[in-house]
């Protein structure tokens, strides 16, 4: 980070945005620009390097076989490990999240070596599909409200010792291990399966990357109107009796 210049890698839009969480990077984005920061944003296919001097990386859900394409590119070209190595932040979701774990079940029904990053391990769930809205508490040391976002997985993440949940699910099936968990994360790298696009349904999240990135305790306020309304529509949605 330079001069208030803040770098934001999207990683693999041509296989990892299935189900809009490219909304992500364009959250982060527009969050950063509100509080008068210069954003330098890179959209990376999977068939171009991953730089390795970004600030902030993001990474979507996709199928299967992208899921597997993308993992076997990020093995191979290291460059988010190399900046995670560095201290790069990197928020994860769904495919991509297990990516970022020890393995995880492919396509082709085999387990899939994943980058490593986060002490997870992710298997195929033998039951119904993980899908609807999903209310849930953030780690407390995050100091962050309440979760809202959509699970649409059939995976189920086993958490190792390095890695927190990143949330506790009220409603909902979050790891879908059915100890009540969302997610994962340690320092600097976090993965959830929340869609929405999550970091919409979220915007303190949002906050949180840019300050970890930043290394502040606290941005400038920001006019969070338009994502209060649609946290509380989709909160109230969730909640309301069927």
Same mark, same amino acid.
């Given at each position: 980070?330079?001069?208030?210049?803040?770098?934001?890698?999207?990683?693999?839009?041509? !296989?990892?945005?299935?189900?809009? #969480?490219?909304?992500?990077? =364009?959250?982060? /984005? $527009?969050?950063? *620009?509100?509080? %008068? @920061?210069?954003?330098?944003?890179?959209?990376?296919?999977?068939?171009?390097?991953?730089?390795?001097?970004?600030?902030?990386? !993001?990474?979507?859900?996709?199928? #299967?076989?992208?899921?597997? =394409?993308?993992? /076997? $590119?990020?093995? *191979?070209?290291? %460059? @988010?490990?190399?900046?995670?190595?560095?201290?790069?932040?990197?928020?994860?979701?769904?495919?991509?999240?297990?990516?970022?774990?020890?393995?995880?079940?492919? #396509?082709?029904?085999?387990?899939?070596?994943?980058?490593?990053?986060?002490?997870?391990?992710?298997?195929?769930?033998?039951?119904?599909?993980?899908?609807?809205?999903?209310?849930?508490?953030?780690?407390?040391?995050?100091?962050?409200?309440?979760?809202?976002?959509?699970?649409?997985?059939?995976?189920?993440?086993?958490?190792?010792?390095?890695?927190?949940?990143?949330?506790?699910?009220?409603?909902?099936?979050?790891?879908?291990?059915?100890?009540?968990?969302?997610?994962?994360?340690?320092?600097?790298?976090?993965?959830?399966?929340?869609?929405?696009?999550?970091?919409?349904?979220?915007?303190?999240?949002?906050?949180?990357?840019?300050?970890?990135?930043?290394?502040?305790?606290?941005?400038?306020?920001?006019?969070?109107?338009?994502?209060?309304?649609?946290?509380?529509?989709?909160?109230?949605?969730?909640?309301?009796?069927?």
């Amino acid at each position: 980070m330079s001069n208030n210049s803040l770098r934001l890698v999207w990683v693999y839009p041509d !296989l990892l945005s299935t189900y809009g #969480d490219q909304g992500n990077a =364009l959250v982060v /984005e $527009r969050r950063a *620009r509100q509080r %008068g @920061l210069d954003v330098s944003r890179v959209d990376v296919r999977s068939d171009q390097p991953i730089p390795t001097s970004g600030d902030i990386y !993001l990474i979507g859900g996709g199928e #299967d076989r992208p899921q597997r =394409l993308a993992a /076997e $590119r990020l093995r *191979r070209d290291g %460059g @988010l490990s190399r900046a995670a190595s560095n201290g790069a932040i990197i928020f994860s979701v769904c495919a991509g999240y297990q990516i970022l774990g020890h393995e995880f079940i492919n #396509d082709l029904g085999e387990r899939e070596p994943g980058l490593g990053l986060l002490d997870v391990v992710s298997t195929r769930g033998e039951g119904a599909r993980c899908v609807g809205d999903v209310l849930g508490d953030i780690d407390p040391n995050l100091g962050l409200p309440p979760l809202t976002g959509f699970e649409n997985h059939q995976g189920v993440t086993h958490l190792g010792p390095a890695a927190r949940p990143f949330a506790r699910v009220r409603l909902g099936r979050g790891n879908g291990t059915g100890d009540g968990t969302e997610g994962a994360y340690n320092d600097t790298v976090f993965g959830t399966y929340m869609h929405g696009p999550v970091l919409a349904r979220n915007p303190l999240i949002a906050d949180l990357l840019l300050k970890l990135a930043l290394d502040v305790n606290a941005l400038p306020p920001s006019d969070d109107r338009w994502y209060e309304a649609l946290r509380a529509e989709r909160i109230a949605a969730a909640t309301q009796p069927a």
